[in-house]
């Protein structure tokens, strides 16, 4: 055999794969796996429980996939240890962290300094207290995206965005705002996948 036909058996073989395997992954997410975010592949649910409820879930094809995948499954855990009803919503704060290039620990940080993450929300979704707590959001992922967008719109336009930064704006009357976001996004950087 020539290299030239061992060469097109390969690409022949890669493309019945992809053909197989796309359907796969562009399933939405109310099935196993979102379709493309972001220039990335990534679970837009990725909850734990639909880890276990299919292998398909742990499949990896690259260390950035794994590295966003890592981030999910840490945050989730942090959450759900905190008895935060946004816990299933890991996977929307790591992809839209990434999306207006925040660390993805910021917003869940400030949600636990605002609304215990999520638990003492007066049913409008709004953990972050934004807009002094007056704006509603019709779901958590609603809040994260128009949260994120606003601090890079309305706070820092370019660079990297520390509540140190934020804090004097976004809670200006507590000089311990920013040492609590703080606190709370090491805690969650801590957190230990087994």
């Excluded at 395997?21 to 796996?33: C, D, E, M, N, Y």
């Excluded at 966003?68 to 299933?88: G, T």
């Excluded at 007056?134 to 990297?160: D, K, M, P, Q």
Aim: glycine share 6%; net charge positive.
């Amino acid at each position: 055999m020539s290299k030239i036909t061992i060469w097109a058996a390969t690409v022949l073989v890669l493309a019945i794969v992809i053909s197989i395997a796309k359907p796969v992954f562009a399933k939405t997410s109310q099935g196993i796996l979102a379709g493309l975010n972001y220039n990335r592949t990534i679970p837009k649910d990725y909850s734990t429980k639909a880890k276990e409820e299919s292998p398909v879930n742990a499949i990896s094809f690259s260390i950035g996939y794994k590295e966003v995948e890592n981030r999910v499954l840490k945050l989730e855990k942090y959450l759900n240890s905190r008895n935060s009803p946004m816990a299933n919503s890991a996977a929307d704060f790591v992809e839209i962290a990434d999306k207006y290039n925040l660390d993805w620990k910021l917003l869940p940080a400030i949600a636990g300094v605002e609304s215990g993450y999520g638990v003492a929300t007066p049913g409008n979704f709004n953990p972050f207290g934004w807009n002094n707590a007056l704006t509603g959001f019709a779901n958590w992922r609603e809040s994260i995206e128009t949260v994120a967008s606003g601090l890079r719109t309305n706070y820092i336009r370019e660079g990297e965005i520390t509540p140190s930064k934020i804090g004097p704006k976004y809670a200006p009357p507590s000089p311990f705002w920013a040492s609590r976001v703080e606190r709370f996004m090491a805690e969650i950087d801590k957190t230990v996948l087994e």
